[in-house]
């Protein structure tokens, strides 16, 4: 898997994580082909990243303001899952912890 910015999908690509907005609609499932329409929608909807299939495994070195976007793109999605518990320093913990998992996962598979 990698994570690759929109603009720079390709048609034919395998989306491996499904894509989502930040109110927490599904847009795209995992598994998915995309096409130029899917490639559209995602621009449409301010979607800076998407985890694809990752056909050659080659590791790729992200910069501290990489990681900080995608760690904060992670954390939007993920807080739609814990809406109205901002105020509990358990869930904000576990938010926290969600994130860093799948941030660690986006980035090195």
């Known amino acids: 898997m990698k994570s690759c910015t929109v603009d720079k999908l ?3 690509m ?3 994580r499904d894509v989502i907005t ?3 609609q599904i847009l ?3 598994g998915i082909e995309l096409d130029e329409y899917y490639i559209k929608i995602f621009e449409k909807y301010g979607i800076e ?3 694809v299939e990752d056909n050659n495994k080659q590791v790729k070195h992200y910069s501290d303001e990489e990681i900080t976007k995608i760690k904060y793109e992670i954390r939007q999605q993920k807080k739609q899952i814990f809406q ?5 320093s358990f869930f904000t ?5 969600v ?3 799948e941030l660690e996962e986006t980035l090195y598979g």
């Open 84 to 88: 109205n518990v901002d105020e509990d």
């Open 22 to 24: 930040s109110k927490g």
């Open 28 to 30: 795209l499932k995992q």
């Open 93 to 97: 913990e576990l938010l926290e912890a």
């Open 99 to 101: 994130t860093d998992i």
């Open 10 to 12: 390709e048609v034919g």
């Open 14 to 16: 395998i989306v491996s």
């Open 49 to 51: 990243y998407v985890v």
